[in-house]
C-alpha cells in the first residue's frame, strides 16, 4: 500500500469516526458472562490453529478485539508466539490479563492503531471484532490492518454472515450495533483490502444465552497479498 493510499485510510476513519464508548461499556458489564454465553468456540479454536501453527515459532501477533483473552491469545501464546491483545474495554482487557499473563494487552479505539504504534506483526486475528463497526467503517479496517502486517503476514478473521449495517441487538441484557456481510460480499471486500485467501469455513452456532439468535460464522484464513 502506498503512503498516500495510507493517507487515505487514516483520512476515512477521522471522517467515520464514530463514538463507540456505548459499545465497549457493555463489554464492560458483560464481563465474564460472555465466555458463558460462548462457552464453544471450534471454530475460532480451528482459526486459531492455523495462524499459530503456518507462522514461525516466536511470531508476533495481534489478537484485535481480544476479550477476555480466551481462547485466542491464550492459545497463541501457548503455541509458543508473542501476542500483543488490544480491545476498547478496559473490563475485558482486566480478565485478559489475567487469564494471560504471558501477552501485553492495549486498551484503545480500532482507529487508534492507524498511527502505527504498536509496530507491525507477522499475524494477526480478528475475531468478530469488525462485525461491531459500521459497514463503511470495516474495509479501512482491513486495510489498516492490511499495513500492519509485514509482507506475506497472515490474518485470521472471523465474521457473522448477515447483510447488516449498524444494526442494534440485544446481547447479555445491553444492546449493541453490529454489522455484517453475505459471504461473497465479504470475500470481495477483503480481496480489495489487499488480501488472498487462503481458506475458509463455516458454522452455524446457537450461543448459549436466550437473548443471542443463532447465527451463521464465517472465518477466513488471509495471506497479505
Known sequence: MSGDDQRDDYD?????????????????AIGDRYDEAFPH?????ASGAWLAGALSP???????????GLPTARQLVDAGHTVVGYDHSPGMLDLARANVPEAAFHE????????????TFDGAAAFFALLMLPRPEIPHALRMLHALLRPG????????EADV????????GHTIRVSGYL?????????EAGFEIAGESSLAYAPASTDVPPEIQI?????RA
Not at 468456540?41 to 479454536?45: N, V
Not at 508476533?60 to 476479550?67: E, H, K, M, Q, V
Not at 459471504?183 to 480481496?191: G, S, Y
Open 41 to 45: 468456540k471450534e471454530g475460532q479454536l
Open 58 to 68: 516466536g511470531s508476533r501477533i495481534l489478537d484485535l478485539g481480544c476479550g477476555t
Open 108 to 119: 484503545g479505539d480500532l482507529a487508534a492503531l492507524r498511527d502505527g504504534r504498536l509496530g
Open 219 to 223: 472465518f477466513l484464513n488471509l495471506r
Open 183 to 191: 459471504r461473497d460480499e465479504l470475500r470481495e471486500v477483503v480481496r
Open 12 to 28: 476515512g476513519y477521522a471522517r467515520l469516526g464514530l463514538d463507540r464508548s456505548g459499545q465497549a461499556e457493555a463489554f464492560d
Open 153 to 160: 503476514g497472515l490474518l485470521a478473521l472471523s465474521m457473522v
Open 165 to 172: 449495517d449498524d444494526y442494534a441487538i440485544p446481547f447479555l
